[in-house]
């Protein structure tokens, strides 16, 4: 059974101010219990998660389940995204006790599987990829688990996506997050050829690195334009694809054009399947990360067995 059809359906935990009403399928009961602990350990430690900062809708059951994706880089970003709730403004200092901070939060849940994205850092000369190095070593030196990074993309700096590329993570995901079109509106001072050219440089790299992306649906992209995307991720050789229901945050940001019906994001499931990406999860409230350990571990049996039939 492939992994889209596994994810439950969970709903954000605020109202979607998109100015148009919550469909059905948006709403379902949250889980409640479990979530003090990953909480405790969060705050103890003095971290930051994207779970919190973009509003995540699947924070309750990820974090009632002792998992979090942990944000390096502090908590303000460099770039107004107008899909994205991070606070944008002052950045702050680098921490350098934030690896070993994140490898103890890491050991404290029981993680097996390690998700490390930060926030867009185009203030420092290297983007921050000298501290993802930093912070992929400490996590592998505690624990020996597998990691994945979600990086910004560091403005096309080669030298720095190579700097995170050393850093051997088991995935390297970089969000495509809309067609070419809406780049402007959605991914302010961001390049979609530039998202395709980080994606191609770890493949160029690292032949054998999974590579990962994410689409957000639902901002007025055409189904012609989502496919064209998916063709130029697979050019590049990216492995894993998400496909999740953009969601706004609030009333200052984006509003939703259209809610995808979880038939179509079924559709769309078997569509890139097809293309030949090794693991697609495809739904409402699919995300870069959620359910990651799983995604990579599913597409690495794929990736096995098309070895093994060759």
């Not at 994810?7 to 469909?23: F, I, K, Y």
């Not at 639902?218 to 998916?230: A, F, I, S, Y």
Request: charged content about 25%.
């Amino acid at each position: 059974m492939s992994l889209s059809k596994q994810l439950p359906v969970l709903p954000a935990e605020g109202t979607d101010t998109g100015r148009t009403r919550l469909p059905s399928w948006l709403r379902r009961p949250l889980p409640q219990a479990g979530m003090q602990f990953t909480t405790d350990v969060v705050s103890d430690l003095r971290l930051e998660t994207v779970c919190e900062s973009a509003k995540c809708p699947n924070r309750a059951e990820c974090w009632s389940n002792k998992t979090a994706t942990f944000m390096i880089l502090g908590n303000v970003c460099t770039r107004p995204c107008g899909f994205c709730s991070v606070p944008k403004g002052k950045t702050e200092t680098v921490q350098a006790d934030e690896p070993a901070r994140l490898a103890e939060a890491a050991a404290r849940l029981g993680l097996k599987y390690v998700v490390i994205t930060s926030v867009t850092r185009d203030d420092l000369p290297d983007g921050g990829a000298d501290h993802f190095y930093q912070c992929v070593l400490a996590v592998r030196e505690r624990l020996g688990v597998q990691i994945e990074v979600l990086t910004p993309d560091f403005r096309g700096n080669k030298v720095a996506i190579s700097r995170v590329i050393e850093s051997r993570p088991d995935v390297f995901n970089h969000n495509t997050e809309t067609v070419p079109r809406l780049y402007h509106r959605v991914r302010r001072n961001a390049d979609y050829q530039r998202t395709l050219d980080l994606l191609a440089q770890v493949k160029q790299e690292a032949p054998d690195m999974k590579t990962k992306s994410g689409l957000m649906l639902g901002l007025g992209e055409t189904r012609d334009e989502l496919l064209q995307v998916c063709r130029d991720l697979r050019a590049v050789g990216c492995d894993m694809l998400t496909l999740g229901q953009y969601l706004a945050p609030t009333q200052s940001h984006l509003p939703v054009e259209r809610y995808v019906p979880p038939a179509e994001f079924d559709e769309l499931g078997v569509i890139t399947r097809e293309m030949g990406f090794s693991m697609v999860a495809s739904g409402p409230f699919v995300r870069s990360s959620y359910h990651a350990g799983e995604m990579a571990t599913e597409a690495a049996t794929v990736l096995t067995i098309g070895e093994q039939a060759q």
